[in-house]
């Protein structure tokens, strides 16, 4: 069974930093691209970025080039979202997906909600 | 990179048949048949419902169809029934930054 498990909520102070992950299994996790979505509260869901873990090939979404870093860990099956200094826009909830491009992100995770406040 | 365009909101009766529009560019919907359906109940991870324009993965009823037509592509569902009142979102390969792009979503209530 192909399954994407998502790290724990969080909480963070603006100025932080912070890594979330998501751990793929039941499927070859070189082989597929996993991409990262934002949804604000109350909003519509929004491209970060993916990364190939079986050759590390990132790409950003423009509104999100420069302000995360996605990774990847293909030794155990793990791709990462970080932020190195959190602001307050940053409070969201976080989907991976397992994706293949042009034909969609057919397993999710079940979201990480990440809190930023003072 | 604009989000592409979709109605903020669609409603139908149960049996009855809907469709929702998302309206890109050359550079996106029109371009590529690389447009994708996604389903998300409140609280819930987003559902893969329709990709590559037209197709549909395994388990999603045939009440669920897609097509497009110049940069526009469209989702309906026919037969409306009430577990299908939930946000549905398009998304699109675009060549403008090789990440796909979502439209802002529709809210479908059955009522």
């Known amino acids: 069974e192909v399954q994407l498990v998502q790290s724990g909520a969080e909480v963070k102070k603006p100025g932080e930093s912070l890594k979330i992950s998501c751990k793929g299994s039941?499927?070859?996790?070189?082989?597929?691209?996993i991409g990262w979505v934002r949804q604000m509260p109350g909003k519509g869901l929004e491209w970060m970025g993916i990364?190939?873990?079986?050759?590390?090939?990132?790409r950003y979404s423009p509104s999100f080039q420069g302000q995360v870093t996605i990774s990847a860990d293909k030794s155990i099956s793990t791709a990462y979202l970080q932020w190195s200094s959190l602001k307050a826009s940053d409070t969201a909830m976080y989907y991976c997906?397992?994706?293949?491009?042009?034909?969609?992100?057919?397993?999710w995770g079940q979201g990480t909600l990440v809190t930023v406040s003072s | 990179q604009s989000a592409l365009t979709q109605p903020a909101s669609v409603s139908g009766s149960p049996g009855q048949s809907i469709t929702i529009s998302c309206t890109g560019t050359?550079?996106?919907?029109?371009?590529?048949?690389?447009v994708s359906w996604y389903q998300q109940h409140p609280g819930k991870a987003p559902k893969l419902m329709i990709y590559?324009?037209?197709n549909r993965p395994s388990g999603v009823p045939d009440r669920f169809s897609g097509s497009k037509s110049g940069n526009t592509a469209s989702l309906t569902i026919s037969g409306l029934q009430a577990e299908d009142e939930a946000d549905y979102y398009c998304?699109?390969?675009?060549?403008?930054?090789?990440?796909?792009?979502f439209g802002g979503g529709t809210k479908l209530t059955v009522l």
């Open positions: 039941g499927y070859s996790f070189t082989s597929y691209w």
């Open positions: 997906a397992r994706h293949e491009v042009g034909e969609g992100s057919d397993y």
């Open positions: 590559e324009v037209s």
């Open positions: 050359s550079s996106d919907v029109g371009g590529y048949n690389y």
């Open positions: 990364i190939y873990p079986g050759d590390s090939d990132t």
């Open positions: 998304s699109s390969y675009t060549s403008s930054s090789t990440v796909e792009v």
